[in-house]
């Protein structure tokens, strides 16, 4: 079988990088969203050395994250726990959620797909 076409549709974790467009860039992370689906946003998130993102929960949304490189930990409402590259992470409607880069020196490269449009 002879395969043809762009991977526009395929992706490999171990190497990817989401093209997408900067939604938040300052001195905790990069934030990229790729839209091309319909209903369901790709995201992308650089978080450096010793940052946390902004905890926050989303009424009427659900997030899986996928942790690509780097190690640090995640907050679900009251349990923390460690992730590394290779973990996923299940976050139900309205549970509070955050992430923080446990190392010094190398960044937290995680992917997290959410149904619909961005909440803030």
Not at 22 to 40: C, G, H, I
Not at 70 to 82: I, S, V, Y
Not at 90 to 117: D, P, Q, W
């Amino acid at each position: 079988m002879k395969i043809t076409g762009d991977k526009k549709h395929f992706l490999n974790l171990a190497k990817f990088k989401v093209d997408g467009k900067v939604v938040k860039n300052d001195d905790r992370y990069v934030v990229q969203d790729n839209t091309t689906l319909k209903d369901l946003v790709l995201s992308s998130t650089d978080l450096n050395p010793k940052k946390e993102t902004s905890g926050h929960n989303h009424s009427g949304q659900e997030e899986v994250y996928f942790f690509v490189s780097g190690k640090g930990e995640m907050q679900l409402d009251d349990e923390k726990f460690l992730v590394d590259s290779g973990d996923i992470v299940l976050v139900k409607n309205n549970v509070f959620h955050k992430v923080l880069n446990t190392s010094s020196e190398e960044k937290l490269y995680f992917v997290c797909v959410l149904h619909g449009a961005r909440h803030s």
